[in-house]
C-alpha cells in the first residue's frame, strides 16, 4: 500500500493537464504524402489487409470512447479531475480524426467519416463488439444516474483500464515497433506516437482516479472486479484476427502471444498500483500465476483455437492440452474445505471423451486424466459443455436444468457441489 500511494502522490491531476498543454498536436496537419506512396509500394496485398484490420479497430474504438467519455466527465465531481477529462475529450476526437484520415486518404476506404467508418465493419472482431456494447451499456447507465459511485467506478475500469490502458496501448507498442523497424508510413508513424503519449496520460489518470475510488468504498471496489470478470473474457477476443491467420501480425514480425502478453502484463500492473490483487479478478485468479506471461499468454491462445474463448458464437472443441488447461485451473479455483468435506475423488465422465478426475490431499489439488477409482461425486457431461461451465460461458444450472449435466454421487455430495464450483 506504502508503494501504491507513492505512486498515487506522484500523479497529480495538474501535472497531467501540463502535459496536454505542452504536447498538443494537430491531425489535420499530418503530412501523409508519403505514406500514399508507401502504401501502394512497400506493402503486399496481405500485408495492407492486415493493417486495415488492425487500424480499423483503432478508428472505431476512437469514435466510440470520443462518444462515451461525456457521462464520466458529468459524474467528476471535482474540478481537477472535470478540467482533465475535458483534454481526454479532445484527445479522442482528435485520435479519430487521425484515424480517419489515414484510413480515407492512404488506404482509399469511403468519402466521408460516416462512408469510412461503414466500410471498416466487417473488420470487427465479436470481442471488440462485444467490449464496445459494454462500454456504451455502462456509460448510458451512467448518464442516467451520474451520482452512482458504482457505475462510475466500471465506467473507468472498463475505459481506462481495459480499452485504453490493456487493449488500444498494447496494440500501439507493436504499431510503433514495426513502423520503426521497417522505416515506413511516416505520417502515421508520428501520429501513432502522439496518440500512444495521449493515451498513457488518459490511463495514468484514470488510475488515480478509480485507484482512489476503490480504496475510499468496499462498493466501487466490488462494482470494478464484477465489470472486469465480465468484460475480460470478451476482451480475450478483440485481436483474434479474420479466420485466425497469424498472418496477420507475424507479417510485421511479431506474434499474437506477444500482444497478448503484453496486455497481460499491463493490466496486472495497473491492478498493482490501484492496490488489488491480480487473484481477485476470476480470469487471472484461474491461471498459473507462476508462469512467465509469454506461456499464460500460449495457454490463453490454446483455448481460443479450441473455441473455448474468445468467440462465443463458436462451440467448444477441447483438444487435450485444452482440457489439461482447463482442469489446471479448475484446481486453483476450487473449494479445497469442501473439496475435503467429500472425503473422495470428484470425477468427470466425458461422453465424448477420455475422463478426468481432481483429488485434494494436504490442502492441495491435483487433476488428473482416467477414472478415480472410486468418486465422492462424479459429474457426467461433454467436453465442449464442461468448457463453457469452466469459463463461466454458460451458468451451471442451466446445464442441470437442460439435463446436459448430470450429477452422480450421495445426496450430500450433490448438495455440495454448488459451493465446490459455484454451480448454485
Known amino acids: 500500500m506504502d508503494e501504491v500511494m507513492e505512486r498515487r502522490e506522484s500523479i497529480s491531476y495538474a501535472k497531467l493537464y501540463r502535459q496536454w498543454e505542452r504536447f498538443s498536436w494537430s491531425a489535420t496537419d499530418i503530412d501523409f504524402s508519403r505514406d500514399i506512396v508507401d502504401w501502394r509500394e512497400k506493402l503486399d496485398d496481405k500485408q495492407r489487409d492486415a493493417l486495415l484490420w488492425n487500424y480499423s479497430l483503432f478508428l472505431v474504438g476512437e469514435e466510440a470512447v470520443a462518444r462515451d467519455l461525456t457521462p464520466v466527465l458529468d459524474a467528476a465531481e471535482g474540478f481537477p479531475e472535470s478540467l482533465f477529462l475535458t483534454t481526454q475529450i479532445v484527445d479522442e ?51 442516467r444516474r451520474p451520482t452512482d459511485k458504482a457505475l462510475l467506478a466500471q465506467s473507468l475500469a472498463l475505459y481506462h483500464v481495459v480499452v485504453e490502458g490493456m487493449l488500444a496501448i498494447a496494440g500501439q507498442h507493436f504499431i510503433q515497433r514495426y513502423l520503426e523497424e521497417k522505416a515506413m508510413l511516416p505520417g502515421f508513424f508520428a501520429g501513432i506516437n502522439n496518440v500512444a503519449r ?3 496520460r488518459h490511463v495514468a489518470f484514470g488510475i488515480a482516479f478509480l485507484g482512489d ?11 470494478a472486479i464484477e465489470l472486469w470478470d465480465r468484460v475480460l473474457p470478451w476482451a480475450v477476443g478483440v485481436f ?29 500492473m495497473k491492478l498493482g498500483r490501484m492496490g488489488i490483487d491480480p487473484e481477485e479478478v476470476a480470469l487471472l485468479r484461474r491461471e498459473d500465476r507462476s508462469l512467465p506471461y509469454e506461456e499464460r499468454a500460449r495457454r490463453l491462445w490454446v483455448l481460443i483455437e479450441a473455441g473455448i474463448l474468445g468467440d ?8 487435450g492440452e485444452a482440457l489439461e488447461i482447463l482442469f489446471d485451473s479448475m484446481t486453483k479455483s476450487i473449494d479445497l474445505d469442501v473439496a475435503r468435506s467429500l472425503k473422495g475423488p470428484i470425477e468427470w465422465r466425458f461422453t465424448d471423451g477420455d475422463p478426468w478426475h481432481i483429488v485434494v490431499t494436504n490442502g492441495h489439488a491435483e487433476a488428473k486424466p482416467g477414472l478415480a ?4 461425486l462424479t459429474l457426467e457431461t461433454t467436453t465442449s ?29 450433490k448438495a455440495k457441489a454448488s459451493k465446490l464450483f459455484k454451480l448454485g
Open 213 to 223: 475510488l476503490v480504496r475510499d468504498s468496499d462498493e466501487c471496489r466490488a462494482a
Open 312 to 319: 462465443d458464437r463458436r462451440e467448444p472443441e477441447p483438444t
Open 198 to 200: 495521449d493515451e498513457s
Open 93 to 143: 476526437a482528435r485520435h479519430h480524426v487521425f484515424f480517419d484520415r489515414f484510413v480515407r486518404e492512404v488506404a482509399g476506404l469511403g468519402t466521408d467519416t460516416a462512408s469510412t467508418l461503414g466500410a471498416v465493419d466487417s473488420y470487427l472482431t465479436w470481442g471488440f463488439r462485444q467490449v464496445f456494447d459494454e462500454l456504451d451499456r455502462v456509460t448510458n447507465a451512467l448518464r
Open 385 to 413: 459443455e464442461w468448457a463453457k461451465i469452466a469459463v463461466e460461458r454458460t451458468h451451471p444450472v442451466r446445464s442441470l436444468a437442460g439435463r446436459r449435466l448430470r450429477l452422480r454421487g450421495s445426496l450430500a455430495a
Open 373 to 376: 477409482g472410486t468418486p465422492a
Open 240 to 268: 483474434i484476427p479474420p479466420n485466425f491467420d497469424r498472418d496477420y501480425t507475424e507479417a510485421f514480425g511479431f506474434t499474437l502471444e506477444e500482444i497478448y502478453a503484453f496486455g497481460l502484463r499491463s493490466f496486472e
